[in-house]
């Protein structure tokens, strides 16, 4: 069974980050039936941050960790159970600061773990978690895709690496950028985010 990891992580009530990657998650599973989508709200229920209890505990076997270390991974664990098993992951952000929401960098401290979505070998690190198709939803009140404010873009370059390093390599952006330019600059932007993840899911 195919599964589709949909993670949001915008606090906005109104966010098209989320909106627009909902839908495109929804369109994705509409053309696979019997496809489930396993959805994380990260700004709604956000995740613990990694601590001493955390750090330690992964560095040891799973029998070898005491009661609370055992719990201090329980949620971590969980994660990663999530994305090894999607088959797509849609991640919903806007550009905060020049980068991703905090909620989802604190996704990513979980999940990027030693021995579970990567390894060390002699020849440097490999990622353990391959063969998965990512879908980068990223609003934006200013225009980052290109021109010159690109280089301000922290967001999609830091995605593509630490996913990378994962083994995911297979990433595409929807853009949905230059939304305080006006009311209809915000439209055209839509419209055009939400037709690109409409040929995205016709040619899935």
Do not use: C
Not at 54 to 80: G, N
Request: aromatic share 6%.
């Amino acid at each position: 069974m195919s599964s589709i990891l949909l993670l949001t992580s915008s606090p906005r009530a109104e966010s098209l980050s989320t909106t627009i990657a909902t839908d495109l998650a929804g369109k994705l599973q509409a053309q696979k039936p019997g496809t489930v989508i396993v959805r994380r709200d990260l700004a709604a229920n956000p995740l613990p941050h990694i601590d001493d209890l955390f750090t330690a505990a992964i560095r040891k076997p799973a029998e070898d960790r005491t009661a609370q270390e055992a719990e201090a991974v329980k949620t971590s664990d969980a994660l990663i159970d999530e994305l090894l098993a999607a088959d797509t992951i849609v991640i919903g952000t806007g550009l905060i600061n020049f980068n991703i929401y905090s909620s989802l960098k604190t996704w990513i401290d979980n999940v990027a773990r030693a021995g579970r979505t990567f390894k060390y070998t002699e020849s440097g690190p490999v990622g353990l978690a391959t063969g998965k198709k990512v879908y980068v939803v990223l609003a934006s009140g200013g225009v980052y895709s290109q021109g010159p404010a690109a280089s301000m873009n922290h967001a999609v370059p830091y995605l593509k690496s630490v996913l990378g390093f994962l083994g995911i390599t297979d990433i595409e952006t929807v853009y949905v950028e230059g939304l305080a330019f006006g009311p209809e600059a915000a439209e055209k932007a839509i419209g055009a985010a939400k037709a690109r993840a409409e040929e995205i899911a016709l040619a899935a």
